[in-house]
């Protein structure tokens, strides 16, 4: 049972909030449908210390894709790491993470 993340996120350069990052989707090999997924951001950093730190969020998520908007209007470089975990129908799990890079103008 293994689990890839793909996709990515992007620069957003625009005003006000939210802003759309992107997306990411995660492929599952194996396992037993159906499947609970659990989104979350970790390790997040902003370049700006000042932006609040609650201004990020994992939205839109439809069980196998997750779309990442920022909340405010801060500018920023946003890092960190994005994770899925996922549980089959028999109880296995698996995790999969990607980093977040993206600079906010």
Sequence with gaps: FTATLSG???SAVNTGAP????SRSITLAGGVAPYAYQWSLQDVVWSDT????????????????VTLF???AVTTLLT??????????TGRSVVASASVNVSIN
């Design 8 to 10: 990515g996120y992007s």
């Design 80 to 89: 960190g790491r994005l994770q899925c975990s996922v549980v089959d129908s």
């Design 50 to 65: 000042s932006a609040d730190p609650t201004a990020y969020f994992p939205f839109g998520t439809n069980g196998g894709s």
């Design 70 to 72: 920022v909340q405010s």
């Design 19 to 22: 802003r759309n990052l992107g």
